[in-house]
């Protein structure tokens, strides 16, 4: 299936996560592909939402390949086999590298943090539903779900419209969460954005005005 854009992404997951009864939902929506999705949700749950940041540690050889990923609160996740495909390419990966971009990822975020002047919500005891507009290596959602754990929520369930069908990188997704919910596990899987018509970069002031709407649900 291909999806219209993300909000029809959205209003087809939230139907899906409708039938879970679940109790005391909160979106957590990761920005900026998952907020578009998380809101839509939101709305048929009739649900709080909030953001958390996730970024990519990026291989030195392609900014947009990740070997890893950071959270907002610090916490780092490393891919050690996208570490080994680039030592077998004579390329190392030292622990300096993966703390300064770290570093520089909780900077940026924080600065995001503040233009969305978005307050994160309380989800101790909640019922976590952490959302993107797509899951590619499962890192930083894996590493997303890890930070939430710390805020004890009563569960975390982790939705996406479409995933790839790779069992090593659904499993690892099942390990830190209750529930997983993906619309659409294509085995012929080359990026997200290839499954939907409209897959545009959002803007800052696209998410703000999201984020605007999302704050009256709260």
């Given at each position: 299936?291909?999806?219209?854009?993300?909000?029809?992404?959205?209003?087809?997951?939230?139907?899906?996560?409708?039938?879970?009864?679940?109790?005391?939902?909160?979106?957590?929506?990761?920005?900026?592909?998952?907020?578009?999705?998380?809101?839509?949700?939101?709305?048929?749950?009739?649900?709080?939402?909030?953001?958390?940041?996730?970024?990519?540690?990026?291989?030195?050889?392609?900014?947009?390949?990740?070997?890893?990923?950071?959270?907002?609160?610090?916490?780092?996740?490393?891919?050690?086999?996208?570490?080994?495909?680039?030592?077998?390419?004579?390329?190392?990966?030292?622990?300096?590298?993966?703390?300064?971009?770290?570093?520089?990822?909780?900077?940026?975020?924080?600065?995001?943090?503040?233009?969305?002047?978005?307050?994160?919500?309380?989800?101790?005891?909640?019922?976590?539903?952490?959302v993107d507009d797509g899951i590619a290596t499962g890192a930083s959602m894996y590493?997303?779900?890890?930070?939430?754990?710390?805020?004890?929520?009563?569960?975390?369930?982790?939705?996406?419209?479409?995933?790839?069908?790779?069992?090593?990188?659904?499993?690892?997704?099942?390990?830190?969460?209750?529930?997983?919910?993906?619309?659409?596990?294509?085995?012929?899987?080359?990026?997200?954005?290839?499954?939907?018509?409209?897959?545009?970069?959002?803007?800052?002031?696209?998410?703000?005005?999201?984020?605007?709407?999302?704050?009256?649900?709260?």
């Open positions: 299936m291909i999806f219209k854009d993300r909000f029809e992404a959205g209003k087809l997951l939230g139907e899906k996560l409708k039938k879970l009864n679940l109790k005391n939902p909160v979106v957590v929506a990761l920005p900026r592909g998952g907020v578009p999705v998380g809101l839509e949700i939101a709305k048929v749950l009739n649900a709080p939402m909030d953001i958390l940041f996730v970024k990519k540690i990026p291989s030195p050889l392609n900014e947009e390949v990740a070997i890893g990923s950071v959270s907002e609160s610090g916490q780092v996740f490393i891919n050690k086999d996208a570490i080994e495909k680039l030592k077998m390419m004579g390329v190392e990966i030292d622990d300096e590298y993966i703390s300064q971009k770290a570093i520089e990822k909780i900077q940026e975020m924080a600065r995001k943090r503040n233009l969305y002047e978005i307050e994160p919500l309380p989800l101790e005891g909640k019922d976590v539903i952490l590493l997303a779900a890890q930070s939430i754990v710390r805020d004890l929520p009563r569960s975390i369930i982790i939705a996406a419209p479409v995933a790839p069908l790779d069992e090593s990188v659904l499993n690892m997704l099942r390990s830190v969460s209750h529930h997983l919910e993906i619309l659409e596990t294509p085995p012929m899987f080359m990026a997200v954005g290839q499954w939907y018509d409209d897959f545009h970069q959002l803007s800052d002031e696209e998410v703000k005005k999201l984020l605007e709407e999302a704050k009256r649900l709260r």
